[in-house]
């Protein structure tokens, strides 16, 4: 079997064809809606993948959600490779890049990542102090887990599947 050798150089012509970003109509229009909606929410889920934390960002996220209280939670911890030290390095190293807007890892398969999640919504709800109900949106690029993080929350919040 020949030994992994690996490229110094990549082929510059051969990247100009390859669009530089991947906008389609459904998501400007998905942005849109999220800012007409945002007078009304109290609390931005943000999900990212824990695998990609820096590519799985939106610059557009920050623009149209502005200064709205948010938490960001990294999901699918669990396929990533095993948690080392490495990993907790980065850990930290995203926790002070994002501060001070809270950060949360873990995985939708694990019942105390999801009590996390759950126990600073309800914080977050009861320093609120007001008469109507709180409003969140989740958020995140294509397959981050939102729907995910969304059926978990709800299960285990309502008991119903």
Partial sequence: MASFIPRRSYPTAALSSIPRSYYLGHHAAGLSK?????SS???IIECRDY???FTSHNRLFEEHLGERPRLVVYTKQDLGSTYTAADHDRDAI??????PTPVMFGS???R??????LTYVKAFAD???SLFPMQMMVVGMPNVGKSSL??????QSLHKG
């Fill in 108 to 110: 939708i398969h694990a």
């Fill in 127 to 129: 320093e609120r102090k």
């Fill in 94 to 99: 995203i926790t002070k890049w994002l501060r």
């Fill in 150 to 155: 969304l059926n978990v929350l709800r299960n």
């Fill in 112 to 117: 105390s990542d999801i009590n996390k999640i």
């Fill in 41 to 43: 929410i109290d609390l």
């Fill in 34 to 38: 999220m800012k007409s909606l945002l």
């Fill in 51 to 53: 695998r990609t934390p």
